[in-house]
């Protein structure tokens, strides 16, 4: 399909640190990716370089290429605040905006990007949250501050925050690891909708989860600290969890360290 | 592979939690369970003496810087207040008045301040700002710790240093008069570095978290900072423009040197002395034994005090109607 998502011999640094290297990996679009690896191994990292997040920290670069429907996303002439309404993330904690209402958290990245319409706007959060499976519970109180929302409310807000700009792939940084079973359970199967219409790549401590949701599972490792992380394996979920040709992936799924 | 080590194997297996449970039991029985009652008293005589002592030292501590605040507000106030209590006070100023008579007002002196306060206000909240949007959210390397290591040498300044340059550049070098805006630039000079500072604290207790959930929907850096940043710290960036707006409301030493007493109402930055409260207070101050002189200087560091306090209830309610949501 035209709009895969493809990582190429990328080597990441932070300052004269590389972090990452080595890594080639292929998205399919609507599929669900998860990373899965011990921490410290670059999980977080690779992911980050896929709407150059990265960037954001001092000193942090790439090299190698990742192309989306063929087109470099570090072309010299791309934008990457215009990477990151392409491919947009979701973080580990929470982080509805707290100066804003519910509303305004979900159009917010609309309305600072110029969009000024008032029906458009109230269409595309009515949508967003929809789609964040958020709707029924905040329809009433979307003038209410964001911040004052359960933790599980708030990630799908920040869902819903992401979606509402419409990208093409949205990026995933252990988005439960700071949830309750429940929101837990919310979130697996709203990915599972979401995954037809978005590429999602989801980063992960909790091998069930990527078992549930992932269609595909890439495993990173790195050698000892202070090594570069590496991807170790990649392969459809099932045969990484059940088959895995590398005896640390072995080692790993089968939770024997990490 | 040996037997046993293939048992070991098949034992690891078993789930994370299950092993966790199993070694956490273990340990349990081994370390915790014993037949001791267990330890339900206070503690030791000299753990409770050592606690009463810090409580001791702790609310004498807090009583004792108690003391010179209570009695400064008592004295001002006791002496003060009943000036103010007349219309007149608010309304005229003390022209034609000698010192030794009753009667006449502040509102020369009061004017003057607030619009010296104002000024410098105008000029040094948006380069103060600016200088801490910069230091938090660009500034890298040698220009920024170089700017911040200016802003330290500069919130060192003593005020009459800050005076004495601006008098030596304005006056002397430029050869202008002393007037009301001469004493803005040397205030400018006292209270940028306190923006500066309590801005750039206020910026860098924004959770990085925010900024980056801004960037990730493709917000510019710009748009992230005005419209995300900012608002998030406003209240604090509100509060650190008044403890810098108090601290030049109340300074003297430029006033003295760039911008002496009149009796008269003088409203124009730019032309002849401009007179404020400070310095009306410094003026009554020398007038000794003469105890109209004595009560309007009382007057008028009550005014001060109160104009000090009126700023800062409406910066408060500045900051709390448009800042963090609960």
């Known amino acids: ?258 | 592979m040996s037997a046993t080590s293939a048992a070991e194997t098949a034992e690891a297996r078993g789930t994370p939690l299950s092993r966790l449970v199993a070694a956490r039991r273990a340990a349990y029985r081994a370390d915790v369970v014993t037949d001791d009652p267990p330890q339900l008293t206070r503690g030791s005589a000299s753990r409770r003496l050592t606690d009463q002592v810090a409580r001791v030292v702790m609310w004498a501590s807090f009583g004792l810087a108690m003391v010179p605040l209570v009695w400064i507000l008592g004295t001002v106030v006791a002496r003060g207040y009943e000036l103010l209590l007349a219309s007149s006070w608010w309304t005229l100023s003390q022209r034609n008045i000698n010192a030794a008579d009753v009667g006449g007002g502040a509102v020369h002196a009061i004017q003057g301040t607030l619009i010296q306060a104002a000024v410098t206000a105008a000029i040094s909240v948006p380069l103060g700002i600016f200088t801490a949007i910069y230091l938090v959210e660009y500034g890298r390397g040698r220009l920024a710790r170089a700017v911040s290591f200016m802003v330290d040498i500069l919130s060192g300044v003593p005020s009459i240093v800050a005076a004495l340059f601006v008098y030596a550049v304005w006056v002397t070098t430029f050869g202008f008069q002393r007037i009301g805006f001469a004493v803005c630039l040397s205030l400018v000079l006292l209270m940028i570095p306190v923006v500066v500072r309590s801005t750039e604290e206020m910026l860098k207790l924004v959770p990085n978290g925010l900024r980056e959930g801004s960037y990730a929907l493709g917000v510019p850096k710009w748009i992230t900072i005005t419209r995300i940043v900012l608002p998030t710290a406003f209240s604090g960036i509100v509060t650190g423009v008044m403890l810098g707006l108090a601290r030049v409301m109340g300074e003297t030493a430029p006033l003295l040197i760039l911008g002496p007493y009149t009796k008269s109402i003088a409203t124009n930055l730019f032309d002849g002395y401009m007179p404020t409260l400070p310095t009306m207070i410094n003026q009554d101050r020398t007038e000794i034994g003469l105890d109209s002189a004595m009560e309007r200087m009382w007057a008028a560091a009550l005014t001060l005090i109160l104009i000090v306090l009126a700023l800062n209830l409406v910066g408060r309610w500045a900051a709390r109607r448009s800042s963090v949501r609960r």
Not at chain 1, 143 to 170: D, H, M, Y
């Open chain 1, 1 to 258: 399909m035209a709009n895969r998502l493809k990582v190429e011999d990328v080597n990441i640094y932070y300052g004269a640190f590389k972090a990452v290297e080595g890594v080639t990996l292929t998205f399919e679009p609507r599929s669900v990716t998860a990373f899965i690896g011990p921490s410290g191994c670059g999980k977080s990292t690779v992911l980050r370089t896929l709407n150059r997040m990265h960037e954001v920290i001092p000193g942090g670069r790439v090299e190698g290429s990742i192309t989306l429907a063929g087109q470099n996303l570090y072309a010299a002439e791309v934008d990457p605040v215009a990477v990151r309404r392409t491919v947009g993330m979701v973080f580990q904690r929470p982080n509805p905006f707290p100066t804003m209402t519910i509303f305004d958290n979900v159009v917010a990245g609309l309305r600072l990007n110029g969009l000024r319409n008032k029906s458009e706007l109230a269409d595309a959060a009515e949508r967003s949250l929809r789609g964040a499976n958020l709707w029924n519970e905040v329809k009433d109180r979307l003038n209410k501050p964001g911040a004052g929302l359960s933790g599980g409310q708030q990630q799908r807000l920040c869902i819903a925050r992401a979606i509402a700009v419409e990208p093409q792939v949205l990026l995933m940084d252990e988005p439960c690891s700071a949830l309750d079973p429940i929101s837990t359970q919310a979130i697996e199967d709203l990915i599972e909708e979401l995954k037809t219409d978005y590429m999602i790549v989801i980063v992960t401590h909790n091998l069930q989860q990527a078992a549930r949701v992932s269609d595909q599972t890439a495993f990173f490792n790195l050698a000892a600290t202070g090594q570069p992380g590496k991807l170790v394996e990649v392969g459809p979920t099932p045969r990484i969890f059940e088959h895995p040709v590398h005896e640390s992936t072995e080692a790993y799924v089968s939770g024997r360290f990490g």
